[in-house]
T-cell receptor, first 112, second 114 residues
Framework: ELKVEQNPLFLSMQEGKNYTIYCNYS?????LYWYRQDPGKSLESLFV?????AVKQEGRLMASLDTKARLSTLHITAAVHDLSATYFC????????????FGGGTRLMVKP | DVKVTQSSRYLVKRTGEKVFLECVQD?????MFWYRQDPGLGLRLIYF???????EKGDIPEGYSVSREKKERFSLILESASTNQTSMYLC?????????????FGPGTRLTVL
């Protein structure tokens, strides 16, 4: 059974600082998503990572994937208040092509 | 743009009531999903459907049932609501096929059971 662990679950940081969110998963998968959720809103897809060593960047967010370590990271550079949201990683289940397993989410608060 | 809509944003029901949550997608997607979202647990799959009248149990199906009579509509049913079903419910849809296709999510329904 695929398990996805995300940490930290809560992160409070100052504007301008850097930080990394970690996503570990327990079994082989060929695809990992990062989503953002604003309060009261639905999930917005940020990145899809398809292969070992994949790196994607959008603004102050950069996601990477190490399939050998079964680890993905979401790195935040010089955080700004607008990045405050909850971030989820989700892993495609290897033997059930249309299903995802989600991590517990990281609630990020960026303080001015 | 894919659009997934859910019938209610907020719902308050009493213990023992039968509750229907409706989801509609407009992109002719074969697959539809129901999740519940709880703090610290992420999203957990309740049921999914890969075709009209077809359904599969997800990870936490107990206490729920589903109905898919038309391709665009997927309903989640709580036969007898209980307080531990108070949660945020999210619907999603994706194109069909043997490989994974991205899921698109609705805005969610926050259900409170008193």
């Amino acid at each position: 059974e695929l398990k996805v662990e995300q940490n930290p679950l809560f992160l409070s940081m100052q504007e301008g600082k850097n930080y990394t969110i970690y996503c570990n998963y327990s079994t082989t998968s060929d695809r990992l998503y990062w989503y953002r959720q604003d309060p009261g809103k639905s999930l917005e897809s940020l990145f899809v990572l398809l292969s070992n060593g994949a790196v994607k960047q959008e603004g102050r967010l950069m996601a990477s994937l190490d399939t050998k370590a079964r680890l993905s990271t979401l790195h935040i550079t010089a955080a700004v208040h607008d990045l405050s949201a909850t971030y989820f990683c989700a892993v495609v289940r290897g033997n059930a092509g249309n299903m995802l397993t989600f991590g517990g989410g990281t609630r990020l608060m960026v303080k001015p | 743009d894919v659009k997934v809509t859910q019938s209610s944003r907020y719902l308050v029901k009493r213990t023992g009531e039968k509750v229907f949550l409706e989801c509609v997608q407009d992109m002719d997607h074969e697959n539809m999903f129901w999740y519940r979202q709880d703090p610290g647990l992420g999203l957990r799959l309740i049921y999914f459907s890969y075709d009209v009248k077809m359904k599969e149990k997800g990870d936490i199906p107990e206490g729920y049932s589903v109905s898919r009579e038309k391709k665009e509509r997927f309903s989640l049913i709580l036969e007898s609501a209980s307080t531990n079903q108070t949660s945020m419910y999210l619907c999603a849809s994706s194109a069909g096929g043997t490989s994974y296709n991205e899921q698109f999510f609705g805005p969610g329904t926050r259900l409170t059971v008193l």
